[in-house]
């Protein structure tokens, strides 16, 4: 996956749970957890969502960590 | 370079293949052929030992649901802790999908079960004008039973799910559906938000994969005995209707969801 993230230390700053960011952005607990894992690329709509939350961009939360083929 | 190169390795895979599955089906018309004449005597010889088992056909089935129960149990317990901790949440939630898992197989195997014994009383029926009180006493033994064993199974199957889905909402409280409405399906996939869907995509997917490699794999064999006249139609007819289904009913989705004016999946 070379999409990494921020999720769980914007998360922890802000005292959030999985539960409770999971509540705000509109989607499971597990979305968040496997988001968090690297294991799921969110969609557009929710990686905006989840940076609204924490009052920041997209690319602060979400960032490339391999060099890409293109 | 690379890609002409990785395109004949592709075509000398499926040459490969093509030749091995020839020389298979070789092998299996030949050996079928030497097996013609004793093939029936065999095949009754494999379902009287099939049958023979009777009723404990149903053993598997409660130890599905013994270990499902076993799994529920478990996740249950993590409940309290799992609102709080991330990672006593994932390990509930693993354990009570586990526990779904055995209850769904348990609900598969209960049917299979049920069509043997059911068989078997059957053959027992047939024997029993020949064989006296003593055979008729055992016989309505057996078919309570069997009764009994589907009642109890059928029951526990049911209550399982009902308490596994409802362990899973207390973690998941966003998830919709009951499992006694004929809706259960739908409403929970609706339930669901873009990750989750996207897994249940790809579990259908391989679901669909798999089921590409089994139907085929069994209408050799029906082909195979065909050749013996040990196929009866209505098989040949149940095997391929099944695999019709399964392919128009995913390539028509498809095509819909593509072409189709109303585009939410139904």
């Known amino acids: 996956m070379p999409l990494g993230n921020r999720l769980k230390e914007l998360r922890a700053a802000k005292g959030l749970n999985q539960q409770a960011l999971g509540t705000l952005v509109g989607a499971s607990r597990q979305t968040i957890s496997l988001i968090e894992r ?14 609204k939350v924490f009052g920041t961009t997209v690319d602060q939360v979400f960032y490339l960590t ?4 293109l | 370079m690379k890609q002409e190169k990785r395109k004949s390795g592709i075509t000398l895979r499926f040459v490969i293949t093509m030749v091995v599955c020839a020389a298979l089906g070789g092998a299996g018309g030949v050996l079928a052929a030497r097996l013609g004449d004793n093939f029936p005597e065999m095949a009754a010889q494999i379902n009287r030992v099939l049958a023979s088992a009777g009723l404990w056909w149903f053993l598997p089935g409660f130890i599905l649901l013994t270990v499902g129960s076993v799994y529920y149990l478990r996740g249950k317990a993590l409940l309290p802790q799992a ?3 991330d990672s006593s949440f994932r390990e509930a939630d693993r354990r009570l999908c586990l526990a779904l898992i055995l209850s769904n197989a348990g609900m598969v195997w209960v049917f299979v079960a049920i069509g043997i014994s059911i068989q078997a009383l059957w053959a027992n029926q047939q024997a029993m004008w020949l064989g006296g009180q003593l055979l008729q006493v055992g016989s309505l033994a ?15 199957i049911m209550a399982l799910q009902a308490l596994t889905i409802g362990a899973t909402k207390v973690i998941h409280p966003e998830k919709r559906g009951s499992v006694f409405d004929t809706k259960f399906q739908k ?8 990750a989750e869907r996207q897994q249940i995509g790809q579990c259908s997917y391989f679901t669909f994969r798999l089921m590409n490699v089994l139907f085929p794999a069994a209408m050799v ?7 013996i006249n040990q196929a009866q139609p209505g098989w ?4 391929g209707g099944l695999w019709m289904a399964q392919l128009v009913g995913y390539q028509g989705m498809a095509y819909h969801l593509d072409h189709g004016k109303k585009r939410d999946l139904r």
Do not use: H, K, M
């Open chain 2, 83 to 85: 609102e709080e901790d």
């Open chain 2, 187 to 194: 409403d929970w996939y609706q339930s669901c938000d873009e």
């Open chain 1, 38 to 51: 690297g294991d799921y690329n969110p969609s557009i709509t929710l990686a905006l969502r989840i940076a």
């Open chain 2, 221 to 227: 064999i029906l082909l195979l005995l065909a050749t």
């Open chain 2, 142 to 156: 057996e078919a309570v039973l069997l009764v009994v064993f589907l009642v109890a199974q059928l029951v526990w």
């Open chain 2, 236 to 239: 040949i007819l149940l095997v």
């Open chain 1, 66 to 69: 391999e060099e890409d083929d």
